[in-house]
């Protein structure tokens, strides 16, 4: 679904509110040369992907997430907000070599 919208400069918080109320936010481009709006709307909005200035297709796979907020993006895709802990696994193995006969101070002197 492709979406327009223009709007008067005094009404840009209430369009982004209600952008953000409904409740998708997977691909959002932005038509501006006014670098601090161009930034206030990317902060506001938890799209995946935000163009600036330019077309809204052909994201590359692998570098850039297909994610978003609300009900895009969600679960295990690319970009979701559970995709990194398919990737992340936090283990600590600590062996006591001294309880096993070693001695700790010969590993640990240099080589």
Do not use: C
């Amino acid at each position: 679904m492709l979406h327009i919208v223009r709007w008067r400069a005094g009404e840009l918080d209430q369009l982004l509110d209600d952008i953000a109320g409904n409740g998708y936010g997977l691909t959002l481009g932005i038509h501006s040369r006014i670098d601090g709006t161009i930034a206030r709307i990317a902060a506001r909005l938890p799209h995946g992907n935000v163009y600036v200035n330019r077309n809204m297709i052909g994201a590359v796979v692998g570098s850039q997430p297909f994610g978003g907020g609300g009900l895009s993006g969600t679960g295990f895709k690319a970009g979701g907000p559970t995709y990194l802990h398919r990737f992340a696994l936090e283990q600590v193995i600590t062996v006591n070599t001294a309880a096993s006969g070693g001695n700790a101070t010969l590993l640990a002197e240099d080589e």
